[in-house]
């Protein structure tokens, strides 16, 4: 059996392969209430269909002034809870296991007339400043994070990732360059997300591993670097994660930290260092489209789980693929056995 497709355990979590759908915005919730809509529907059941392990579903946010823009998901409100429901049950049908990546994107709410953040500081100059959260105020956010995972877990999913990447309400605490804060949430940079995780884990199931998504460098002028990056996963780790995602960027514009990559694997030596030093299993990301290097990063234990973003967005049908070209069989239903 290939690397990839062998079966992958995690506490509860039981995957039949490694393959994993990474959360990826759609914005396509049109009539702006956050809800998931058919195409919702058909994009992820079409990609447990194609042979998928884990299918992450994107970017969903704990609050209104939380998204993205107008047309990003949301978990606010108990309205949401069944849309999801729709798309995990179908997805179940087809041995996928689903996430659901739990959010907020602070000061990068496009849409939001007043966005939020740890400090009163714009993305960039397209961007409104940011409300400065009181003390008080950052303690609510954490409650929504709370019953966001909690709805999420009534609609049935098999595990929740916080994002705490790409310069989002967590990163943006978790980072000297967006928390200028004096009170305890500045003093260490890491508590929100501690508190978040703790929260979480106080309304999931035992056995249900809780994933964070973070970004291992940054790419600003004074960015964080690896070093950071393993530290950070540490105190998470210890309030919580089970799984990290590794990623990287997404806090503002590119300077003396380097440039991101673009080459196949550019972010595998991140995740590789992770899982080591913090010893836990961690989900590679960064053009890994090509099933040979998805099976190299895994027989050089290098990460446990490989995440296909654009390539899946490209085919449905990624997973099926790889099991035909490493092990000679097909992923699909039987209604598809004819095309073998």
């Not at 994107?58 to 999801?84: K, P, Q």
Request: a negative charge.
């Amino acid at each position: 059996m290939s690397n990839l497709f062998k079966p992958f355990i995690c506490k509860g979590l039981e995957l039949k392969n490694r393959v994993v759908m990474p959360p990826m915005c759609q914005y396509s919730a049109h009539l702006k209430d956050g809800i998931p809509t058919d195409w919702h529907f058909v994009h992820y059941t079409s990609r447990a269909i194609g042979g998928t392990g884990l299918i992450i579903i994107e970017m969903t946010n704990v609050e209104d002034r939380g998204r993205i823009s107008d047309y990003c998901l949301g978990i606010w409100s108990d309205e949401h809870t069944a849309a999801f429901k729709r798309i995990i049950d179908e997805c179940h049908k087809y041995g996928a296991k689903v996430a659901i990546q739990i959010a907020h994107a602070g000061r990068k709410a496009e849409d939001a007339p007043n966005p939020i953040s740890s400090s009163p500081i714009a993305f960039n100059e397209k961007y409104k400043v940011p409300h400065e959260l009181s003390t008080i105020e950052v303690k609510e956010v954490i409650e929504k994070f709370k019953k966001g995972i909690e709805r999420a877990v009534l609609a049935g999913v098999d595990t929740v990732e916080l994002h705490g990447a790409h310069g989002y309400l967590i990163h943006q605490f978790s980072s000297s360059y967006t928390n200028h804060r004096t009170d305890e949430y500045g003093q260490d940079k890491f508590l929100f997300g501690k508190e978040i995780i703790e929260s979480a884990k106080s309304v999931m199931p035992k056995d249900m591993p809780l994933i964070m998504r973070i970004s291992a460098v940054e790419y600003v002028d004074g960015g964080y670097d690896l070093d950071y990056a393993v530290e950070m996963a540490k105190a998470y780790r210890d309030a919580g994660v089970d799984i990290f995602h590794i990623s990287s960027g997404g806090e503002g514009p590119i300077g003396s930290g380097g440039r991101p990559g673009s080459h196949p694997g550019y972010q595998v030596k991140f995740a590789e260092r992770i899982k080591h030093e913090v010893g836990t299993p961690v989900i590679a990301v960064g053009n890994l489209d090509n099933a040979i290097l998805a099976e190299s990063v895994l027989g050089n234990k290098e990460a446990d789980l490989i995440a296909v973003g654009r390539g899946m967005l490209a085919n449905p049908y990624w997973a099926n693929n790889a099991s035909l070209l490493l092990e000679d069989k097909p992923l699909t239903p039987k209604p598809y056995e004819r095309a073998y």
